[in-house]
């Protein structure tokens, strides 16, 4: 089945040592979106790209960055984690164009040790 | 991007109807509404999307009156796997493809109880 794939699941990793999250694609979608989720808040969009045209949120710490090597995969890296990076990180894919549906990956967890 | 604001939580019993209300006073002519089901430790799940009047599939209906300041998830006959977070999103699609359509506003907590 076409779909989103997050890996890893769950992530751990030290204060201050660099992290990678992954997330692969399926469905051949354009737009692909890196949101942060903190426990009992909505989710929070970091960036998003179109193609391979990067969009970031004027409120997205520096720490954050993202690659799109090509349609189908999108990393998220965090270059020097903080305890308040702990967090569901979600990838989400969307057709570009018109009003259709956005797909979303299960998401990882990451924990900031 | 329109602002949405929705009750932080609501409480149901297992075979009724729930309607949760979104308010999205400033959305523009081009922005369509869309929901979103979110259970822990999941991604969100696409639920329904409309533009006015009524939308219905199999698992909801959204109604949205004339002036689109507003709009009603339904959820025919709840029952205990409902329990999720909802969300309401308000955006234009066409905009550039810009993430507006993926700004997540509070959301409505909803338990189904037995």
């Known amino acids: 089945d076409a779909m989103v794939i997050q890996n890893p699941r769950y992530q751990v990793t030290q204060f201050g040592k660099p992290v990678t999250l992954s997330c692969s694609q399926t469905?051949?979608?354009?737009?692909m979106y890196w949101y942060q989720q903190k426990s009992s808040q909505a989710p929070k969009l970091l960036f998003h790209?179109?193609?391979?045209?990067?969009?970031n949120e004027a409120d997205t710490p520096d720490n954050f960055q993202s690659r799109r090597p090509n349609t189908s995969f999108c990393f998220l890296d965090i270059r020097s984690p903080g305890l308040g990076d702990a967090a569901m990180y979600l990838c989400?894919?969307?057709?570009?164009?018109?009003?259709?549906?956005?797909?979303f990956g299960p998401g990882t967890r990451l924990t900031v040790t | 991007l329109a602002k949405t604001t929705q009750p932080i939580s609501m409480d149901s019993y297992e075979g009724q109807e729930v309607n949760i209300t979104c308010s999205h006073n400033?959305?523009?002519?081009?922005?369509?509404i869309t929901w979103y089901q979110q259970f822990p430790s999941q991604g969100p799940r696409f639920i329904i999307q409309?533009?006015?009047t009524k939308v219905t599939n199999e698992v909801a209906s959204l109604f949205i009156p004339a002036d689109r300041k507003s709009s009603t998830l339904s959820l025919p006959r709840v029952s205990l796997s409902d329990t999720a977070v909802y969300y309401c999103?308000?955006?234009?699609?066409?905009?550039?493809?810009?993430?507006?359509?993926?700004?997540f506003g509070g959301g409505t907590r909803l338990m189904v109880k037995p």
């Open positions: 790209y179109y193609d391979k045209d990067f969009n």
């Open positions: 989400a894919t969307k057709p570009a164009g018109g009003p259709y549906e956005q797909y």
């Open positions: 999103l308000v955006g234009d699609p066409e905009r550039g493809n810009a993430g507006n359509m993926l700004t």
């Open positions: 409309g533009y006015k």
């Open positions: 469905l051949n979608h354009n737009v």
């Open positions: 400033n959305i523009a002519t081009n922005d369509y």
